[in-house]
């Protein structure tokens, strides 16, 4: 069974923090590696990353995936209160039997103190 | 304009009920889904449909059926409801492959809480 895992749950932290948010997959049939931030409703996209190495970067967000490691990190610097959200990591499968879908870790609750 | 809506966004009823969730994007995506959060928050895909056609159909119970109209619209129908049926329920679209679009990118509604008491 496809399975994504995200350390850590949960994490608090100050205003102005870096945070690294991580997620690492065993999965059959892997396509690309995506992660979204769930505020109070529905989660929004923020990266989605195929190949090894290659940064993706939005402000003050970044991401990276290691394919070697089957990982992938989130980086956020200079945390704002405006951060404090679920973030979640998915991984997109296809296998052949049926279409592409989205396995999702649990996801990381951040919370950004002021 | 709301780019995938869902209605209710609240539905609370007792055990045993039938109820339905109805879902539509003016995306003009080909790919709906709908997906399952529980109360710690893990997503877990139910159904996927393709141009009306079921293609993810997970191990879900089948008292859930899923209907799809056109390739706009997606509802979900639950019947004999259950306390552990009690979660928000999200639809989503997608378009893989279209040009300047992302492949994987799921489109969410705002969700529908569904308590079962």
């Known amino acids: 069974e496809d399975k994504v895992v995200q350390s850590p749950l949960s994490l608090v932290v100050h205003e102005g923090d870096t945070v690294t948010l991580n997620c690492s997959y065993e999965?059959?049939?892997?396509?690309?590696l995506l992660w979204y931030k769930q505020e109070k409703k529905a989660p929004t996209f923020l990266f989605m990353l195929t190949s090894s190495g290659i940064e993706k970067k939005s402000g003050r967000l970044s991401s990276i995936l290691d394919k070697k490691e089957l990982s992938s990190i989130l980086n956020i610097t200079a945390t704002q209160t405006g951060d404090s959200a679920i973030y979640l990591c998915?991984?997109?499968?296809?296998?052949?039997?049926?279409?592409?879908?989205?396995?999702f870790g649990e996801g990381t609750q951040l919370t950004v103190n002021p | 304009d709301t780019a995938v809506s869902q209605t209710p966004k609240y539905l609370v009823t007792q055990m045993g009920n039938d109820k339905s969730i109805k879902c539509e994007q003016n995306?003009?995506?080909?790919?709906m889904y709908w997906y399952k959060q529980d109360s710690k928050k893990f997503l877990k895909i139910m159904f996927s449909y393709n141009n009306k056609e079921l293609i993810i159909n997970e191990t879900v119970p089948n008292r859930f059926s899923p209907k799809s109209p056109d390739k706009a619209h997606l509802n979900l129908h639950i019947n004999s409801l259950e306390l552990g049926d009690s979660a928000v329920y999200f639809c989503?679209?997608?378009?893989?492959?279209?040009?300047?679009?992302?492949?994987?990118?799921?489109?969410f509604g705002e969700g529908s809480r569904l308590t079962v008491l």
């Open positions: 999965v059959t049939n892997f396509r690309s």
């Open positions: 989503a679209s997608s378009q893989p492959g279209l040009a300047g679009g992302k492949r994987g990118e799921l489109f």
């Open positions: 998915a991984v997109e499968v296809y296998p052949q039997t049926s279409g592409s879908r989205l396995t």
């Open positions: 995306l003009g995506h080909d790919t």
